[in-house]
């Protein structure tokens, strides 16, 4: 199958990966990085240059398109497929715009959870219209109380207020400021849920769907989870608290009732849903919806699912996901990334990395912002690579991906030593 990924990241690498290793597809990656090179042909798209992507995709008969970031989707790239005569029978896995607001609009998401019964913390929204009753409200919120920009706002939307002075402030910054610019013009104001979080992935096609390997991330700079959020410096799959019994009120009072939201509101979804949870006592609670998969979780997700997942999204895009069956590695993945030094704050870039021709054994090298340059793999993003492996038990995966990171080198190179630290 000829198939085209949108995306530059380490879940598109890790996306490339799975379809390249489990089957044998020919593949395209808009616009790719180093890593994707090696596993199909890197094309020099953006990922909302809509034009340039459907001139690429019938030049080239391209049969499916699986758009890796959120972006492209909630700008509307499904709707400008299917409007497209040429485009519209192109097998498209991800959802329309209207479906997408499920990660692009966190007022959506919960209002489409309290429509469908979906456990959630309790929440309002507020816009300029109501400020003066948004500022009273979060004046006089138990705490902690969270804060969270409506839109996208690339992972930092979302305040966590210790105290009412704190979240007033932050509510004043996010409406009247623009703090996140137009992310912040609506702002959902939740109580805190205390517990531990974990990421579950389906594909789904609107009306069936199938789980894949769930996974828990890292997002704190420090170790022993401390220090700024970032997008995810590690993730391990599966999880260990998430036991068959934890997994089938997740299925029960999750997984179904969102589906059948969606069958039941007329969504056009087809596609990933990543549901972020958090555990709390011993039930599931949402916190949120992507549109896509996560990152890093993808990075341990794809490796353990031994399943080709280009024929699970074929299977979405032609109603037949009954027929699939999900087989996954038994054993333990960890994933740690290595950041440039700053990161989450301002970070340089154009650094040598070196280290990226040794053996990895069983270990799994995936690129996130990297690109050639002058013939050298340099440094371009803030996350810049990790290093997948698995283990018998969580502490050995670790020990192996970090064995690996300590021979790449590249300048003010930074990475947690500590992920998986509670199950270990």
């Known amino acids: 199958m000829k198939i085209l990924v949108l995306g530059s990241g380490g879940r598109e690498h890790a996306l490339v990966w799975n379809m390249k290793n489990r089957g044998n597809h020919e593949l395209f990656i808009a616009p790719g990085n180093p890593g994707t090179a090696a596993l199909g042909v890197n094309v020099d798209l953006g990922i909302n240059d809509f034009e340039g992507i459907g001139a690429f995709c019938r030049q080239n008969q391209i049969e499916m398109v699986v758009a890796g970031p959120e972006e492209p989707l909630v700008k509307g790239i499904w709707d400008f497929f299917k409007k497209d005569a040429a485009l519209k029978d ?23 959870m309290e429509r469908n019964q979906i456990p959630t913390a309790a929440y309002r929204e507020f816009t300029a219209i109501n400020f003066e009753e948004g500022k009273a409200y979060v004046g006089n919120h138990a705490l902690p109380v969270v804060l969270k920009a409506d839109g996208l706002a690339a992972g930092k939307g979302v305040v966590i207020c210790q105290t009412n002075e704190e979240a007033v402030a ?80 997740v299925t029960d009072r999750i997984i179904k009732p969102t589906v059948e939201g969606l069958k039941k509101e007329g969504i056009d979804y087809t596609g990933f849903v990543f549901i972020g949870l958090i555990k709390v006592g011993d039930d599931p609670f949402v916190i949120e919806y992507n549109c896509r998969m996560g990152d890093p979780e993808t990075e341990v997700v794809m490796p353990r699912l031994k399943t080709d997942l280009a024929l699970i999204c074929k299977a979405a895009a032609e109603n037949r996901l009954a027929e699939i069956t999900v087989e996954e590695d038994p054993r333990t993945a960890v994933t740690v990334m290595a950041v440039s030094g700053g990161y989450p704050g301002d970070y340089e870039k154009g650094f040598k990395i070196t280290g990226l021709d040794q053996p990895m054994g069983a270990s799994i090298l995936f690129h996130a912002g990297t690109k050639t340059h002058a013939g050298q793999v340099v440094t371009n993003g803030g996350r810049v690579l990790c290093v997948t492996s698995f283990g018998d038990t969580v502490a050995d995966a670790v020990r192996n991906s970090k064995a690996i990171l300590s021979d790449i080198h590249f300048d003010d190179m930074y990475y947690r030593r500590d992920i998986g630290f509670e199950f270990m």
């Open 170 to 249: 932050e509510f004043e910054a996010m409406i009247q400021e623009a703090k996140f610019g137009e992310a912040s013009r609506k702002v959902v104001v939740e109580e805190f849920l205390s517990g531990i979080e974990m990421s579950v992935f389906i594909v789904t096609d609107g009306n069936e769907y199938v789980l894949l390997p769930q996974a828990k991330d890292y997002k704190r700079i420090g170790e022993k989870d401390s220090g700024l959020n970032t997008g995810g410096m590690g993730a391990v799959s599966p999880v260990p608290f998430a036991d068959a019994m934890f997994m089938q009120k």
């Open 90 to 112: 192109i097998l498209f896995i991800g959802p329309s715009q209207f479906g997408a607001q499920l990660e692009g609009s966190k007022a959506f998401a919960k209002g489409f």
